[in-house]
């Protein structure tokens, strides 16, 4: 009884210690590779690069957890095309996912 009582006490401290983040997905659907997968909160200027010296390849994503909050989404090829999305609520506990598509691509 004491062993099940703990258990479910950790399972509940888990759970809860997961809350505040989430699983963000950017799934590459575009026929180029990207160098850079750039997040910041939104109105910050400060980007943090997600795929450190990897490249994200066609058909191919990048996965990885951030805390709850509102951000915006950049990504970069070799020829510094930018594709991006703005403004995303992101829930704790939550998953989210951007397919990277064509008309994403910035245009000055």
């Known amino acids: 009884m ?7 006490c950790l399972l509940s401290l ?3 210690a997961g809350y505040g983040s989430a ?13 850079f997968v750039w997040v910041t909160e939104s109105g910050r ?16 994503s990048a996965i990885f957890q ?13 020829e510094w095309r930018t594709f991006s999305f703005s403004n995303i609520p992101i829930e704790g506990g939550s998953s989210f996912l ?3 598509l064509p008309i994403h691509e910035d245009s000055d």
């Not at 997905?25 to 590779?33: G, H, L, Q």
């Not at 997600?50 to 490249?55: D, H, K, Q, T, V």
């Open 66 to 78: 951030i805390t709850e909050g509102w951000y915006d989404f950049r990504v970069e090829d070799c």
């Open 45 to 60: 200027e400060k980007w943090i690069d997600m795929l450190g010296l990897s490249i994200l390849p066609p058909d191919s």
């Open 14 to 16: 888990t759970a809860l």
């Open 2 to 8: 004491k062993i099940s009582l703990l258990l479910l």
């Open 98 to 100: 951007w397919e990277v």
């Open 23 to 35: 699983t963000v997905e950017i799934k590459n659907c575009t026929s180029t590779e990207f160098y």
